[in-house]
């Protein structure tokens, strides 16, 4: 039998798909709000007489492949009418969708019926998505609505401590969260140390928290990604929204750079609590301010511009003795470009910023740090057919890291200048997903990440004897700083390390019937930059540095298996998923380690490993008068650094420890009840085992001082945090014809007054002389007051 050339299979594959893609069409398009004309993701395009469809991306873009023929579609989404239209497709099609909302009243439903049916059926698993007006209706401290405390009433998700800066997601640290503003990355997520979040809800579009099964376009973190869009603003009409509350206000503007051509958003939110200091003759003040803005311009039907950015910043002052700010500044660049019906990209270019200042005007000094990156994205979505897609790109990030900077303020101040080096690195990635529906049944989402880390010169790097900076005194049993035998210096153009990983993915869905389905899914993720802090809770005076010649990246490997179920057409939801998960060279730190002002971080830290694993129950109520979800997880959280050698003990004895992020149980219940038109009834409830601390197991006394003896890290706790929180919603019944609407919202934060315990330190009471143990409690009740408007 004669060989057939291999460029003949190649020929007959070509020119086969061809013949296949001459019968096909593709219709494209966008879909908007009807209102404002602003984009709309994660819309359904459903055609329910061949039970297939899809969803719009970040912009709002769609697109579906078909043969020629006739085609009903429906066109959903949460709080919208949906559209009903028959289409003929004999050509490639562009058409483009207003959706009108229902009602302008809020609307609490998490998850609409449409996207739980899709839920079922799709391989993402391990994803929540809270709508900006459920956030809203949570009862939250001094009545501000927050995205951060919110998300921390789902499954898997729990705070650092009340007052506490970030979250916690799957018995991982605050740092191992990638959060994403725009595409920018957030380095610290908090106001006023923990109480508020920097996320101004009436600017936000669209927000995903991504615990598991995260696709490949995502990188940098461990742990999770929250990922936030925020809105473009309104095309067609000048409006305004805002709220004068207890401690906060909030305007919101939004109106046309031209008619349905472009558009632009500016929104502001300041405290003002520190005005009434001085009624209680405080010379004292605590305040934050943040700015959000977005400018939007639609070239044509293929080009589309957005410019955005968001500037925060916290002054924290006592007397004039001290003074400490901090804050974020990041701003995008981007442009869409259709290179055709089926292939939509995305390019941006952006700055992201955070940085720390702290005066100490008793000593007379100034201290400054921060972090700062330049990143470039550019991102495609290849819509080949209705059962497979592809999403790929490049992303690359390029880091300067300021550890600190010490300036005197006067002349005669004691304190010499003194800068910590800066560190410099660059980190590269490349990436593909892939969106692949087998059968009917069946459907995959897998991808790859090739990410790269260059640790870049700097002007000073310590040189160790055998590269340990920590060395081990047999005599004491304890580690010890090491003595640099040299130091180097580095031309900013030299690579001092370089790490390269592969990083697959993969989840896979099986629907079992229509209403139910199994999912499970691997993803592997590496984190070069590092959080330093010695505290269960991250704060604004922790610093970030890289991973390098002493300090290894951090490498997650996880699995999650789940099981989904929706009841009564979608009125009732379960998801029930179980997870593992472990993490190589995970930083853990000596006893006794000092984190603050270190030019020598690498001479404290050790790498150690952790790992997690537990089970998330959800279960929610999509329809009626009251709606709401109860989430509940069962799990642990654990480190372990072994010793080097056989000689050398290790942290703990080498043994596995709770993570300062364990919490056993975890409940939270959250619903809202519609009273009628006017009232509307919110609440929550909070229950989590408490935060794993070290206590001292007893004490001795050495030349007649008292000292304390502790056992293994992390082997008590602190009390069970729990509280119960209720807010009530009144909208005065709305009058069409004027354009101001309005409405009141009454919170009472932590109802019964329960005073969970921040920490809890030990001291000698100065009249007894017995030891005791002071608990620090951050709040009781907090009754609160606002009222919104908009127009």
Known sequence: MPKIPFWFIVLLIFNSLRINAQDKFTISGTVSEMRSNETLIGVNIILPEIQSGTTTNEYGFYSITLPKGPYKLIISYL????????????????????????????????????????????????????????IKEIPMVFGES??????????????????????????????????LL????????????????????????????????????????????LDIYQKEGNSKSFHMNGGLGSVTSKLLVEGPLKKDKGSFLFGGRSSYAHLFF??????????????????????NDRHNLFLSGYFGRDVFRIQDSFENSYGNAVFNFRWNYLFSDKLFSNLSLIFSNYDYDLKLSFVEFDWISGIRNFNLKYDFKHYISNNFKLQYGLNSIYYKFNPGDIRPTTETSGINPFKLTDKYALENAVYVDAEHKLSDKLSLSYGLRWSMFHRLGQNELNIYEDNLPVVFNEEFQIYEKAQPVDVRTYKRSDVIS????????????????T??????????????????????????????????????????????????????NSAYALEVESFYKRVKNRMDYIDGADLVANNAIEQVVLNGKARA????????KNKGRLKGWLAYTLSKSEQQTKGRTPRETGINNGEWYKSPFDKTHDISLTGSLELSDKWKLSSNFLFQTGQPATFPNGQYQFNGVTIPNYGGRNTSQLPSYHRLDLSATYAPKKNKS???????????????????????SFRRNQDSGMNEALRLSIFGIVPSISYNFKF
């Open 79 to 134: 709080g919208f009418n949906p559209i009903y239209e028959t289409i003929n497709l004999s050509e490639d099609l562009v058409k483009n969708f207003n959706l009108t909302e229902v009602t302008e009243n809020l609307d609490a439903v998490i998850i609409t019926e449409d996207v739980n049916k899709r839920n079922i059926r799709t391989p993402q698993m391990s994803v929540n998505r809270l709508s900006a007006s459920v």
């Open 146 to 179: 927050d995205i951060v405390k919110a998300i921390t009433l789902l499954p898997g998700v729990t705070s650092t401590g009340e007052g506490g800066s970030g979250f916690n997601v799957r018995g991982g640290a605050a740092d191992q969260n990638l959060i």
């Open 182 to 225: 725009d595409e920018a990355i957030i380095y610290n997520s908090s106001h006023l140390f923990g109480f508020f979040s920097v996320f101004n809800p009436d600017a936000i579009k669209d927000l995903r928290l991504y615990k598991g099964g995260i696709p490949s376009r995502y990188g940098g973190r461990v742990s999770s990604v």
């Open 278 to 299: 001085p009624l209680f003759d405080l010379d004292n003040s605590a305040y934050f301010y943040d700015l959000n803005t977005k400018l939007s311009y639609k070239i």
């Open 498 to 513: 370089k790490f390269a990983n592969i990083e697959p993915r993969i989840s896979v869905a099986y629907q079992l019937n």
């Open 515 to 568: 209403e139910s389905s199994v999912k499970a899914s691997y993803n592997r993720m590496s984190q070069y930059v590092h959080l330093l802090s010695n505290t269960n809770s991250p704060t604004p005076l922790d610093v970030w540095t890289p991973s390098g010649k002493y300090v290894k990246p951090q490498l997650l490997d996880q699995f999650a298996v789940g099981y989904f179920k929706n009841f009564k």
């Open 613 to 620: 694993y537990g089970t998330e129950l959800l279960i929610r």
């Open 738 to 760: 004027k354009r101001w609407q309005n409405y009141w919202v009454f919170s009472l934060y932590n109802i019964y007054n329960r005073r969970n315990a921040a920490s809890i």
